[in-house]
């Protein structure tokens, strides 16, 4: 959907407008309060959550009012703005306009506006790039959607250019998740990479077997030995002129993971294609983040392959020896995703930046705990944590902290290596983190397991099924904080 905002509207050439409204709350003003108030006075309307309403008119043909309850919270806003795409959709409208007249605890103007814009543009998502089918009810219509603001002429056009910044962002993304695996290789995720590079004038090299052999990346070498696709270390380089502050991103770039000779059930495993959604919120990022112009230095880095057993997979048992010397027994080759990482880990922190932080569907273990409402987040640094949380819960992406506390060493400890790459079924999330940061050095370092929000299995009341665009919004808002 293309969004725009607006200050005022042609109601001759709406189709169909939409309001926002909250259970007790009384409308702001807004360019067409009138029309608004009389709609819900002749209707009756009380702003009840899941409560909606369509009354027909001359200009526009159709008004609906949109009900989110009483608490007014940026995930109750992306419903209701969610919803509204799929009946736009349903109705085939092809020139919208939407009102929110209500002020989101917590948000200025225009970080509101922001923030409405990037969730209407999400709101008819739908990867549809290989349905072919010829079915009326299968096409979708393009969606031109007005987004009323009461703010000031110039600072729209700058919170447009910053809102479509993000938007880009989010579905490059969610693009990227949702692609097939036969598609979606390390080979297309680094010619991604370089496309994305090269619209926002960003440096991007990538690495192919050879040269990941000579730096040493043990981790990434292994997992992919069982693979007909060579492996690929991708690294994008954001210099803007001036900056204060360097900030590492690495994601986990696994394409698709069977589990390797540790094989995964077949019950799901088409789900795999989404390990890859670390790599990606890398990439849309630094994308948002270089054509939003952010004053931070920001060095991404992406190891990816994918993981498939065959007769020369690597296999429990084996001793690996990684980029930065320690070695690795390997007792679940189904843990591949902290093997590559641990190698970009290593990497990224030689650059020396003032904060890391990586993006990882890293474990099975995050979801039991958290569900599908939270990313697990693990840190020694507390007011590093303190800023990625409350950064969270302004965009609407929660993050858990969970304890990566040393006492869970011994459950990575092996009689035969530095460390093992599994501690086994409890906390294994923890234990995870723990096998990470052995191989970090970075002081100011997050570890994000993404594992239950990088996509979703069925539609959710706020999203379409399938890869979500998690880490673009909240690593945004983060290095904003930064330099605010």
Avoid at 64 to 72: A, V, Y
Avoid at 89 to 98: F, L, N, P
Avoid at 184 to 210: F, L, N, S
Avoid at 355 to 365: I, P, R
Wanted: glycine share 8%.
């Amino acid at each position: 959907m293309k969004v725009e905002l607006v200050r005022e509207l042609k109601l001759s050439k709406t189709d169909h407008l939409f309001v926002v409204l909250a259970e007790g709350v009384k409308p702001e003003t807004t360019p067409v309060n009138d029309l608004i108030t009389k709609t819900i006075f002749d209707s009756g309307f009380s702003g009840r959550s899941g409560e909606s309403i369509t009354v027909l008119s001359r200009f526009p043909r159709k008004i609906s009012l949109i009900g989110i309850g009483k608490k007014l919270t940026v995930r109750a806003v992306r419903g209701a703005l969610y919803q509204i795409g799929k009946i736009a959709q349903r109705q085939r409208d092809t020139h919208i306009a939407v009102a929110v007249p209500i002020s989101i605890p917590g948000f200025e103007a225009e970080a509101a506006a922001r923030l409405l814009a990037d969730a209407l543009a999400a709101a008819d998502y739908k990867y549809d790039r290989f349905i072919t089918t010829n079915k009326d009810e299968q096409k979708r219509v393009a969606i031109d959607a007005k987004l009323l603001v009461s703010l000031d002429g110039r600072r729209i056009k700058v919170i447009n250019k910053e809102a479509n910044a993000i938007i880009d962002g989010v579905r490059t993304v969610r693009d990227l998740g949702n692609a097939p695996a036969n598609l979606m290789t390390a080979t297309r995720i680094a010619e991604r990479a370089v496309e994305v590079a090269k619209e926002t004038g960003v440096k991007c090299t990538v690495y192919g077997k050879r040269e990941i052999e000579r730096m040493k990346m043990g981790g990434l070498l292994a997992v992919n030995r069982g693979s007909a696709e060579e492996p690929r270390f991708i690294t994008l380089e954001y210099t803007p002129k001036k900056y204060s502050k360097h900030v590492a991103l690495v994601g986990k770039g696994i394409t698709f993971d069977s589990g390797g000779i540790s094989i995964k059930p077949a019950e799901r495993m088409e789900e795999m294609k989404f390990d890859m959604c670390g790599a990606a919120a890398v990439i849309g990022t630094i994308e948002a983040a270089a054509k939003l112009g952010l004053p931070v230095k920001i060095t991404g880095a992406i190891p990816s392959t994918d993981n498939l057993p065959s007769g020369s997979a690597y296999k429990p048992g084996e001793i690996i020896t990684m980029m930065n010397g320690k070695t690795v027994e390997i007792v679940n080759t189904d843990a591949e995703g902290r093997m590559i990482l641990a190698d970009a880990l290593h990497w990224a922190s030689q650059k020396k930046p003032d904060h890391m932080l990586d993006y990882a569907t890293l474990t099975g273990a995050c979801v039991v705990a958290l569900g599908n409402e939270a990313a697990g987040l693990f840190t020694s640094d507390d007011e590093l944590a303190r800023k990625l949380i409350e950064c969270g819960e302004r965009v609407g992406e929660r993050l858990w902290r969970l304890p990566e506390w040393d006492d869970y060493k011994d459950l990575v400890r092996s009689e035969w290596a530095d460390i093992k790459n599994s501690g086994g079924r409890w906390g294994g999330a923890i234990t995870a983190a723990i096998f990470l940061k052995e191989f970090v050095t970075c002081p100011s370092w997050a570890h994000l397991d993404i594992a239950g929000t990088a996509y979703t299995e069925h539609e959710t009341p706020r999203e379409a099924r399938g890869a979500t665009g998690a880490g673009v919004r909240v690593t945004i808002e983060f290095l904003e904080s930064l330099v605010r």
